[in-house]
């Protein structure tokens, strides 16, 4: 266990839904980070906040969108899903901003856009 | 563009047999190199970093190694247990994120 939880597990919505995913980091971690993983692009860096600011952008569309609160935990929203949506998406947590500092990741949550 | 290619896609081993898995990379400038560990359906468990060519570091049955264009994982006399994919990553100087390679998935057979 990473000390990362996410959820929900599993997720399943219809195409132009909007849906959100929620992510508490590590006690003690001021950094999230969110991924995307699929069957065809592997895993893919959207975007990570440390300590509420955002600090650093990925392949993010513009359709999703993230923010970190004061108390640390994070929420990535999905809207207008398309079928292409589905994949696992993971929060990961470090102690500091620098990403190369070791991430934890959580269990992540699993979209299905039918 | 930076770039990280793994190799093989797969292996299959026997208990005891040792091996190597690749990760060659184009980035223009490495900041680190990163070894992740993914069981399916769970999140990756960081394993190694290494930050120059060089460097090697080691946990329990497995190595890692870098040198300029590639990084070696190697497992010595694997078992079942160890059976999961090996995802590298890099991070560049003038980058603020990770690039993951597609990963090997390896199998150890007792």
């Known amino acids: 266990d990473s000390g990362v939880t996410q959820t929900p597990k599993h997720l399943i919505t219809a195409t132009g839904q909007r849906v959100t995913l929620r992510c508490s980091p590590r006690s003690g971690d001021l950094s999230v980070y969110w991924y995307q993983q699929s069957l065809d692009q592997g895993l893919q860096f959207l975007i990570q906040?440390?300590?509420?600011?955002?600090?650093a952008k990925g392949n993010i569309l513009e359709r999703f969108s993230a923010q970190q609160f004061p108390d640390l935990h994070s929420e990535l929203n999905l809207s207008s899903l398309e079928l292409g949506d589905s994949a696992l998406y993971f929060c990961?947590?470090?102690?500091?901003?620098?990403?190369?500092?070791?991430?934890?990741f959580g269990p992540g949550t699993r979209l299905t856009v039918l | 563009e930076d770039q990280v290619t793994q190799s093989p896609e797969a292996l299959r081993l026997q208990e005891g047999e040792s091996s190597s898995l690749n990760c060659s990379y184009t980035?223009?400038?490495?900041?680190?190199l990163f070894w992740y560990r993914q069981d399916p359906g769970k999140g990756p468990e960081f394993l190694f970093t290494l930050y120059s060519a060089g460097e090697e570091k080691e946990k329990e049955r497995l190595k890692a190694t870098l040198t300029k264009k590639e990084s070696f994982l190697h497992i010595t006399a694997p078992k079942p247990e160890d059976s999961a994919t090996y995802l590298c990553a890099v991070e560049a100087v003038h980058g603020n994120k990770l690039v993951f390679g597609a990963g090997t998935i390896l199998r150890v057979k007792s």
């Open positions: 990961a947590s470090s102690a500091s901003g620098q990403i190369n500092n070791e991430q934890f």
């Open positions: 906040y440390y300590n509420g600011e955002e600090r």
């Open positions: 980035v223009s400038g490495l900041r680190g």
